[in-house]
């Protein structure tokens, strides 16, 4: 399916992913409301979103520049340092934009 780049074209796309992403969350909740959660299906979910989050950090620490690969390591320090995420995100943001303005 090609889309046209003008601004209909944009526009479809972005409303077809937005589609997309709600029938997902919708999707996910209405079969989470019937599965009974207990501690084998507990383990599950939290070493998915584990999986999950070194699915989109490896790529991007093997394939990106100086700025990605600082934000990784400022995030990876800070966060086992402080144990809390909004820090740690928010120095890995600084230090990706800070190595990029220089």
């Known amino acids: ?9 944009v526009v479809l796309a ?18 989470m409301a019937r599965i ?3 501690p084998r299906v507990e383990r599950f979910i939290n070493a ?12 991007l620490a093997l394939q990106g520049d100086a700025g990605a690969r600082a934000a990784l390591a400022t995030t990876a320090v800070v966060l086992a340092l402080t144990r809390k995420p909004l820090p740690a995100i928010t ?12």
């Not at 399916?1 to 074209?9: E, R, V």
């Not at 937005?18 to 909740?29: C, E, K, M, P, W």
């Not at 998915?48 to 790529?59: D, E, F, K, N, R």
């Open 1 to 9: 399916m090609n889309l046209a780049l003008d601004t209909t074209g």
């Open 14 to 31: 972005i409303s077809l992913m937005a589609l997309a992403s709600y029938a997902v969350r919708i999707g996910g909740l209405l079969i």
């Open 36 to 38: 009974p959660i207990g």
């Open 48 to 59: 998915m979103s584990g999986s999950v989050l070194i699915a989109v950090v490896t790529p």
């Open 91 to 102: 120095a890995g943001i600084a230090a990706a934009a800070l190595l990029r303005a220089f």
